[in-house]
């Protein structure tokens, strides 16, 4: 009962808490709601941008944290077969989570756009297009670096 865990299961635990998160803010931003649409946008509360934007902020440092957690534990690990796939497993969850915080980072631009247009403010259509056009980029990366991870995660023989 009292088992102690892996240094790589928390660091799994804690990215899957971080995709909690990032899940929620893109949602909350970018996700099609009927209380989004006129005229129930008009009865409803607005999205609260600046809640997404400190959420985005949050989760941005958490990846930095688990990005330098992941350095440490990189240099600490013996040789052999299951070190060669915690190494494998680190290196692939480190530019994972590098995504993740990209990812993070362009959500947080958005959603203060969002926010602007909101007050009334004039948003730039070039500019908000090239953000969303990036962000599109960046979620195409953070799929395609999650699945090495996770591979090397399988590898691990949990």
Known sequence: MNESIAPWQALNSN??????????????????????????????????????????????????????IIKKLKQGVISGQEGQNLQLFYEATLLYVEAIKKSCNLLHEIAAKKHEKLANKKV?????????????????????LAVPAMLAFKNLGV
């Open 124 to 144: 730039g259509f070039k500019e908000m297009n090239k953000l969303l056009l990036d962000y599109e980029e960046s979620l195409r990366e953070m799929k395609t």
């Open 15 to 68: 990215l899957a808490e971080i995709m909690k998160g990032w899940k929620a803010c893109h949602e909350s931003t970018l996700g099609l709601h009927w209380k989004k649409i006129p005229p129930f946008s008009w009865v409803f509360p607005q999205v609260d941008f600046l809640r997404i934007q400190r959420m985005t902020t949050t989760l941005a440092e958490h990846c930095d944290s688990q990005s330098k």
